[in-house]
Structures are given as C-alpha cells and as structure tokens.
C-alpha cells in the first residue's frame, strides 16, 4: 500500500499541500497534482485526468474553483466514473457546507460504487492568510460583501488531519464527517481579533454585494468567481451553516483549532509579516 501512490488533486491548495506534506512524512508515497505538475491535472481538460489517475488506489480530491457552481457535479460524476474503470477504490472529496451543488457532487461520488469518505467543511480560516482575504488584511482594510452571518471557521490544519485519517487508517469508510471550528464568528470579529493580535488597526467594510461582484468583474476575475462570491453572500450566508459540529472530533478524537491559535500559529508562519513591519515602521 505504502508503494502505491496516493493521489492528491490539488497539489497547491490550502489542503492538498498540507495533506501531501503529512502523507510523505508518514512514509507514503503521492502524486500531487495540479495545472502546474506533470502529470497535469486540469478540471477543464478531462484529456488529463487518467494519466493521472492510472497506478493509484487511493486519492483526495479536490474540485476547483467550487463544487457549488452548476458544471462541478457532471465534472465529478466524469471523473468517479473514470477513476472506477482505472482502478481507483477510495475516494476522499473534500466538500462545502449548505450547497446544493456540493450536494449533488456528494451523491455523484457515493452512487459510483467506489468507497467514499465526504469531508464536508466550513469557510476555512485560511481564506485570511493564504486566499482572496490576505490581502485586505495587509492592505489594513479588508472589503467584503455585506454579512453578519456567523460561521464556525475550519482550520486547514484539522482538515488536513482528518483527510489523512480517512486515507490510511480503517474505521472510517463510507463516513461523512462535518467540519467546523469550536465557535462561530462574524467577519467583523475575525478582523477584530486578527488587528488585535498584530496590534494594528484593520478595518473591516462592507459594500452591496452588487457593488463587490462589479470591482471583481472589473480586476478581470473570471465569471466562475463572480457567480461563487455571489451564491455564497446571497444564499449561502443566510445563517444555515452556523451551527458548530463535531466532525473534528469525530475523526480525530480530539477538539478543533480555534480562532486565536489559528492566529498565533499564522503570525509565526511570517504570512503576516508586511503587517507587522507596516506596525514597526
Ligand atoms: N475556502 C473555503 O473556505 C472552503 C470551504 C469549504 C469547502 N471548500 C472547497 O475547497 C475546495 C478547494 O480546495 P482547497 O482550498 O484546498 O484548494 P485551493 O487552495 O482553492 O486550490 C488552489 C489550487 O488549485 C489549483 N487549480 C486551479 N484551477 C485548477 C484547475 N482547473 N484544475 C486543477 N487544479 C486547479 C491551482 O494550482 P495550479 O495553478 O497548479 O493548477 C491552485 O494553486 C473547493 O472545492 C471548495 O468548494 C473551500
């Protein structure tokens, strides 16, 4: 099994790096993949999904940008279908909270005959360090679409862990774990705990969500991130995935990262520094 490669899509991602990195630390050997790898693995050229799927049992997928867009479910259902003729057994799909679409992906992988594990998340507290919100935290002023909605932050990191779990230990086949931190926060308390943290002011605004899709249509982001960003603060944000779960605990035997360490350990990651040195300065 250790010989055997275990797939990774999404080399690059906020989990799949992490997942790889863990993985080769125990021993195993991978094959993380993205646009970028050889072999390439792009979700818009189903061309390059065997090649990378061939010789591996096991893998963690990844969709990319969303499973919630329209095209993710038929793309899921041609890659389960595809892995199952290529010898794939068992796959671990990562997956969002509250999404239609995101269910249908879910059911595409558990109708395909191929054992499953659904790690179904929340926002990730990641998107502040290493995604679309860093950014804004550097600049001194994060700008976001109007919400008050509370959502209960995922650490990568837990991720990252409980992925691992489902891929090399028994005991959780055909499991859907739900992921969220120990405590739901608002966007505006987030902001708040991260500029206290860092002891510099960051501001926190919203605009109209109309407003906020226009400055991404007009920093040339692509229509798939304007339909996310606008499903999720339109719909997906309506209090529904503000519950916490225990699917952390579930897994892992053990409580999630909260907020605070989460800030902690990212300010002694540097990914923050521009802040500290703007502070400094
Ligand atoms: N962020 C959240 O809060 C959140 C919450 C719940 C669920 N999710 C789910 O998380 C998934 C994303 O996982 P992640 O956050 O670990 O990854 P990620 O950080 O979004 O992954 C980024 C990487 O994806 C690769 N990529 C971009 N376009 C691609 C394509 N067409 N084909 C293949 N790879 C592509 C890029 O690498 P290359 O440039 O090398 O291709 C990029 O570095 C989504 O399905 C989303 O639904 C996210």
Not at 65 to 93: C, M, S, T, W, Y
Not at 167 to 177: D, F, Q
Not at 267 to 278: A, N, P
Request: with cysteine; hydrophobic share 40%.
């Amino acid at each position: 099994m250790k010989n055997e490669p275990i797939l990774i899509i999404g080399k690059n991602g906020k989990t799949g790096s992490r997942v790889d990195l863990r993985l080769r630390s125990l021993g195993y050997e991978t094959r993380a993949v993205s646009r970028s790898t050889s072999p390439v693995f792009d979700w818009e050229n189903s061309a390059t999904w065997q090649t990378a799927i061939k010789g591996a049992r096991v893998a963690y997928v990844t969709y990319h940008p969303d499973l919630a867009l329209p095209q993710a479910e038929d793309r899921i259902k041609e890659f389960v279908k595809l892995a199952r003729e290529n010898g794939l057994e068992h796959i671990v799909l990562l997956s969002g909270r509250g999404e239609d679409g995101a269910l249908r992906a879910e059911n595409a992988l558990k109708e395909s005959g191929i054992t499953w594990n659904i790690v179904r998340c929340s926002w990730f507290n990641q998107n502040f360090s290493e995604s679309f919100m860093l950014q804004g935290i550097l600049a001194g002023e994060l700008v976001l679409p109007e919400a008050d909605t509370l959502e209960p932050f995922i650490d990568a990191d837990d991720i990252a862990d409980v992925v691992v779990a489902t891929l090399t230990e028994p005991g959780h086949k055909n499991r859907l774990y739900e992921l969220t931190g120990p405590q739901a926060l608002n966007f505006a308390q987030c902001v708040n705990e991260i500029s206290e943290a860092l002891s510099r002011p960051i501001k926190y605004t919203t605009v109209p969500v109309e407003d906020y899709i226009h400055a991404l249509r007009e920093q040339g982001e692509s229509k798939d991130i304007q339909s996310l960003i606008h499903l999720l603060f339109t719909v997906v944000f309506d209090g529904r995935n503000s519950n916490v779960m225990p699917g952390v605990e579930e897994a892992l035997n053990r409580q999630p990262t909260d907020f605070k360490s989460y800030i902690q350990k990212t300010i002694e990651s540097g990914v923050w520094d521009d802040v500290l040195q703007k502070v400094s300065a």
